[in-house]
């Protein structure tokens, strides 16, 4: 006999509050959200914050509401949701990251990028100073990746070693827009970079 088990509010808020809720690893929270989108809304407003759902990259997550400049500072509620900070080699490596998935994307076939840590390494050491401490970047590019982790950008995979599965909440970081600029930005960045390393080498 199957189970029907009727949707709960507490069960659809309490893991939102927690982080990203993704359909493939939190089936039961999920379903729950889909059945109480309307009462999910007005719970997390009253607390200041908007839901964001995409059903069909599915995941879901709180954001911060937009701070009315016409609210007294009194009566405005206090931030739930942190801004993060992001280093510029973490931000650039999620920009490669979001290129890299607008890429797999239009190849079509598997729905999960999966990415070494080597190919990762790859990626961003193009753009990082050169350096003749081989160990030292390394170890600098692995902390980026572990930031990438930490914020759920990146999961490791559990049947690979070193291996990553990009998380398609980046689509909802990185906007098209954006994303339509980056071969620019990242062709003037080089430009920058290459102009150091020459200055450098002419110091030495």
Same mark, same amino acid.
């Given at each position: *006999?199957? %189970?029907?088990?009727?949707?709960?509010?507490?069960?659809?808020?309490?893991?939102?509050?927690? =982080?990203?809720?993704?359909?493939? @690893?939190?089936? $039961?929270?999920?379903?729950?959200? +889909?059945? /109480?989108?309307?009462?999910?809304?007005?719970?997390?407003?009253?607390? =200041?914050? %908007?839901v964001v759902i995409?059903? &069909?990259?599915?995941?879901?997550? +709180?954001?911060?509401?937009?701070?009315?400049?016409? %609210?007294?500072?009194?009566?405005?509620?206090?931030r739930l949701i942190?801004?993060?900070? +992001?280093?510029?080699?973490?931000? /650039?490596?999620? !920009? /490669? +990251? $979001?290129?890299? /998935? &607008? #890429?797999?994307?239009?190849? =079509?076939?598997?729905?999960?990028? *999966?990415?070494?840590?080597?190919?990762?390494?790859? *990626?961003?050491?193009?753009?990082?100073? !050169?350096?003749?401490? #081989?160990?030292?970047?390394?170890?600098?590019?692995?902390?980026?990746?572990?930031?990438?982790?930490?914020? =759920?950008?990146?999961?490791?995979?559990?049947? &690979?070693?070193?291996?990553? #599965?990009?998380? $398609?909440?980046?689509?909802?970081?990185?906007?098209?827009?954006?994303? &339509?600029?980056?071969?620019?930005?990242?062709?003037?960045? !080089?430009?920058?970079?290459?102009?150091? @390393?020459?200055?450098?080498?002419?110091?030495?």
């Amino acid at each position: *006999m199957t %189970t029907v088990t009727e949707p709960d509010l507490s069960s659809a808020v309490i893991p939102l509050l927690k =982080g990203v809720v993704y359909r493939d @690893t939190h089936d $039961r929270p999920w379903q729950h959200l +889909l059945q /109480l989108q309307p009462q999910v809304r007005d719970y997390v407003a009253a607390l =200041g914050l %908007t839901v964001v759902i995409d059903e &069909a990259e599915g995941y879901a997550f +709180l954001r911060q509401r937009p701070v009315d400049e016409e %609210t007294d500072d009194d009566k405005q509620l206090p931030r739930l949701i942190p801004r993060r900070s +992001l280093s510029f080699p973490v931000s /650039l490596l999620l !920009a /490669l +990251l $979001r290129k890299k /998935l &607008a #890429e797999f994307d239009a190849q =079509g076939g598997d729905t999960r990028l *999966m990415l070494t840590r080597a190919q990762l390494t790859e *990626m961003l050491r193009v753009f990082l100073p !050169a350096t003749s401490n #081989e160990a030292r970047i390394i170890d600098q590019i692995d902390a980026h990746i572990g930031k990438a982790v930490e914020f =759920g950008f990146l999961r490791p995979a559990k049947n &690979a070693d070193q291996t990553y #599965e990009v998380r $398609r909440i980046l689509k909802a970081f990185v906007d098209a827009q954006w994303l &339509a600029d980056l071969d620019a930005k990242l062709a003037e960045y !080089a430009a920058q970079l290459s102009g150091i @390393t020459d200055a450098k080498g002419e110091d030495e």
